[in-house]
């Protein structure tokens, strides 16, 4: 880990990397890459990746996808104690309509603490785009150094929000951008509003590792995330880990056309 990342990590916390095997952040196409573009001042290196995010908010909805969110509790021993494990599709259904159908039913078999399916749906108040166009005007963002995502080369930011509210999250951390591409490839931080850290009541996580696929050698999407956290209970301090995962990104078929109005 690079010393200006260190660094801009101490009033964050600790970064604790995703494990290799989990996420795979690679650029995806047939066309040849072309040349990188020249160094750019800060200002507009974030104007043309927020552009980008702009492309990926339109993009989204026309792609559907499979959702695993896992949650483990572990024991004094380190080792996996107890899971929670639930499997959500994106889809569009028979109507028209994109719905996010369970795929199978959520299976628990957490010790300390239950989960209902509604607890976990609160982390859908995260936004998978923070830094769009509409948004830069609510951040300050730092231009800190450069380092690499697997084998992508960086730029990385220091974003902090300088404007809340209470119907909206802001990432509060570090944002990593391909140098190449100028297209955000990964985010670290936690999520605040107006009245503090948001959070789910029921679980603990607050500092999130995010990171992004390239999908269809156009779009970053998020396809992995994940955070590490403690549990604190009347008895016992539990360590939790929550790892959410995005994959099988497909473009959704076309919604049916509308019937003719009759005469």
């Given at each position: 880990m690079g010393v200006l990342v260190a660094r801009a990590q101490d009033a964050q916390g600790p970064l604790?990397?995703?494990p290799s095997e989990e996420h795979n952040v690679r650029r995806l196409g047939t066309e040849p890459e072309t040349p990188a573009p020249p160094s750019l001042p800060p200002d507009e290196i974030i104007r043309r990746f927020s552009q980008k995010e702009d492309e990926f908010i339109a993009a989204r909805p026309n792609y559907g996808y499979r959702k695993t969110?896992?949650?483990d509790e572990f024991g004094d021993d380190g080792k996996p104690a107890g899971q929670f494990l639930m499997v959500t599709e994106t889809m569009r259904?028979?109507?028209g309509q994109v719905i996010s159908k369970m795929v199978q039913k959520p299976q628990s078999t957490l010790r300390y603490f239950n989960l209902e399916t509604e607890d976990v749906r609160e982390l859908d108040r995260i936004p998978a785009f923070?830094?769009?166009s509409s948004q830069l005007a609510k951040y300050d963002l730092k231009f800190i150094g450069e380092?690499?995502?697997d084998e992508i080369d960086c730029y990385i930011f220091k974003?902090?929000?300088k404007m809340l509210d209470r119907a909206h999250a802001y990432l509060d951390?570090?944002?990593w951008v391909d140098t190449k591409y100028l297209e955000v490839v990964k985010t670290y931080g936690k999520w605040v509003n107006e009245l503090g850290e948001v959070r789910s009541a029921t679980l603990p996580f607050t500092l999130f590792e995010t990171y992004r696929e390239n999908v269809d050698g156009k779009y970053w999407f998020p396809n992995y995330s994940r955070s590490d956290d403690t549990v604190h209970l009347k008895d016992v301090s539990v360590p939790v880990r929550l790892v959410i995962k995005w994959t099988d990104f497909k473009v959704l078929p076309a919604a049916?056309?509308?019937a003719p109005a009759k005469p």
């Amino acid at each position: 880990m690079g010393v200006l990342v260190a660094r801009a990590q101490d009033a964050q916390g600790p970064l604790t990397p995703a494990p290799s095997e989990e996420h795979n952040v690679r650029r995806l196409g047939t066309e040849p890459e072309t040349p990188a573009p020249p160094s750019l001042p800060p200002d507009e290196i974030i104007r043309r990746f927020s552009q980008k995010e702009d492309e990926f908010i339109a993009a989204r909805p026309n792609y559907g996808y499979r959702k695993t969110i896992r949650i483990d509790e572990f024991g004094d021993d380190g080792k996996p104690a107890g899971q929670f494990l639930m499997v959500t599709e994106t889809m569009r259904a028979a109507n028209g309509q994109v719905i996010s159908k369970m795929v199978q039913k959520p299976q628990s078999t957490l010790r300390y603490f239950n989960l209902e399916t509604e607890d976990v749906r609160e982390l859908d108040r995260i936004p998978a785009f923070p830094l769009s166009s509409s948004q830069l005007a609510k951040y300050d963002l730092k231009f800190i150094g450069e380092e690499k995502v697997d084998e992508i080369d960086c730029y990385i930011f220091k974003v902090k929000p300088k404007m809340l509210d209470r119907a909206h999250a802001y990432l509060d951390g570090l944002v990593w951008v391909d140098t190449k591409y100028l297209e955000v490839v990964k985010t670290y931080g936690k999520w605040v509003n107006e009245l503090g850290e948001v959070r789910s009541a029921t679980l603990p996580f607050t500092l999130f590792e995010t990171y992004r696929e390239n999908v269809d050698g156009k779009y970053w999407f998020p396809n992995y995330s994940r955070s590490d956290d403690t549990v604190h209970l009347k008895d016992v301090s539990v360590p939790v880990r929550l790892v959410i995962k995005w994959t099988d990104f497909k473009v959704l078929p076309a919604a049916p056309a509308a019937a003719p109005a009759k005469p």
